[in-house]
């Protein structure tokens, strides 16, 4: 904790001072354009792997960077989503997952999460990816990992679209979903083809849409 | 979008190489030891804030900053909560409000939110700092909103001690909760002294606790 | 009441002598290809309509032919559709619903149901379709209901990929999605072009699919 | 799938016609008297088996005929009994279990249901069946099964009695309450005699209630 208190000095010593700007303009107002869905893990930083600044991305980080689809019992991820859709209008939501995720390595590998009772509830709303995945031969225990985080990341995409606020967006041709994958190691990503299906470089196809914002989006 | 993808290519041709090593440590582990839980403001960047690197805090962000307290239909913030102290064994958790949270002036101002009833929903795991913060006057709105995001902060803090994971460590003594408010025009952050029960300057007093890894935490 | 005890006893007089022999052989197995969800009011027979035998298709209905995305507290339609699927391995899911539905008039007409908690609050499953058909302008309240009927099966089809065995049964290329909405007085129907996304005559294009048995289904 | 398409063709050109005026009536209005909830079995055809036309029986069908007992979440089944009994005001409501049931030979022979878990949970409705059953010796499987199938029409109709609506139209005498078992390879029907808790032939005994419209029922 020490250290982090620490750099809470340092920024108010020697960052803030450089972006005391922009955080006096971002002080009673947010425009962010983007909503982006990660996971909890500490290696994530979404901010820095996207090189935003404070002000351009809304977050929602949990973890599995996993979305509930929408039930009458809605819960914080649902609420979030609703907000940056409805409220802040956003034009975009990429849900990014990552190598090595600790949530899909414990559903790729079938760990007993008996004593982890929560995490198990939760790990449900990956039930669709986890069939899916568990359904296929794999090579090796990574290669089956690295699927599942990809199935997942699909899996997530198909629960977003039941929530109300992202079917009336999409129908208004005013939303794109993307899906996203990084790799820790090498910091590269690829992303979801809708028309393909495929995962594609980012670097190499930048225009790389999962779903586009067309109302056939919904059920094509 | 445009940004975010061209943010991400710069990302990989200058941020990484700086970071590759580090990246290569982290590639299939991370020991994060605190959880940072805080807004998905976009305004509120917890790595920049706290000047930590990749693999040093393990984070959960939703709109509100809110951590529903135990129940028996777990969601998101609970089973990350679980999987942060359980399995990844973090001594700290910081709850950060911050200042202009759209959240809490929903809930400071009595809007209407019917027309969001996903956030109307969430919003009710922050009643009990609602009706405290009710039960005051306060000199302005702004006061009132100022008032709300603390008291806030002090509610998250009263639910996260129902999780059983949190319970067991802090009855072990492993464990400290923290709970502060960022300003984000001036970058100060004020954390709540859990002796006092006042919000001092972190600046100033950085040795500040919200809640001691004692068993009386839980019921101080 | 009278009229359907007497109709028992002249279907064991007249109708089942008929069927003595399909009713043998399907006393202890039953083979049917196809599950039909439809709405439980009393004008829509799915076996009538379709013209099928005992045996052929498997049926569930309810108020609004509703089928609530997959969740962890999965209800009676999740667990049917789950049977079907899983266990008897139909081929196709046709989601059929009506002209002059009560559960949708009920919505697009925006009627107080405070009185009926159980129907409202199953009809949150047709948020999506609601939020989408009330962000249009419709010439009269009788294209607005109309326009509901068909927005809510296509809603239905999103929540029903969300349900790991139809995720599954898709990724394998062994299940076809259908949408369909019947019209009462002609006795026409309507089916969804998954291609075009727009509901065409089943009489004049019979092969129309919603959804075709490939991955891209999930996420196109 | 192409024989029900067919079947559809078929039945706009040859069944429609005759039927014309009658769905004419129907176009904007439905009467039915009676609730027939059953399963969704392929080989039980509730509008064949009660020899009703379109119009006259409000039906609903799931895998076991299960109705869960009332609870702060209502689904689906419950929604659409709460629509028939207080908006259609049904005076009837049949459940009809029927021979060589899937859902109740899986609780009779104890099958493990872990890769049905939505089947599982759903199953779990008919658990005050399942072990009043398991309480008693049969003579064989096949007696199991039977006396398993009729004890769940019993448990449902404890269970819909929870219903407020329900209690509601029994304390005012205008509905009567019945439970049927329907035999797919005799195509004969018994039917639980309230009075002495039996099941008698309903063909010998067609003035058969189970519960009578009389406030004693809720408790008999």
Redesign the interface.
Known sequence: ?K??????????QN??PQL?TL??E?????N?????ITC??????P??????N??????????GN?V?????????????????V??LGV??I?ICGH??C??MTAISSCKCLD?????A?????A??????NA?RTHISDAVRLSSMVRENV??Q???I?????V??AL??GRL?L??WVYD??????VA?D????RFVS??EF?QTV??HS???????
């Open positions: 904790m250290s982090i208190v620490e750099g809470v000095l340092k920024f108010q960052a803030f005391s955080f006096k971002l002080a009673t107002t947010q962010p354009t983007a909503l982006f909890s893990d500490s290696r994530v930083v901010e820095l792997l996207t090189q935003q404070p002000g351009d991305i809304f977050v929602i980080r949990n973890a996993i509930p689809s929408y039930s009458s019992e809605p819960g914080g991820v649902t609420a979030t989503v609703e907000y940056a409805a409220v034009t975009d990429v190598s090595d600790g949530a004593h982890l009772p929560a995490v509830s939760w790990l449900r709303h039930d669709s990816a986890k069939v899916v359904s699909i899996a995409l198909v629960n679209k039941t929530h109300p606020s079917a009336l129908e208004q794109n993307h899906g820790i190691e090498t910091g590269s990503i979801l809708g028309e393909t299906n980012l670097a930048p999962a779903t067309k109302r056939s989006a919904l059920v094509a």
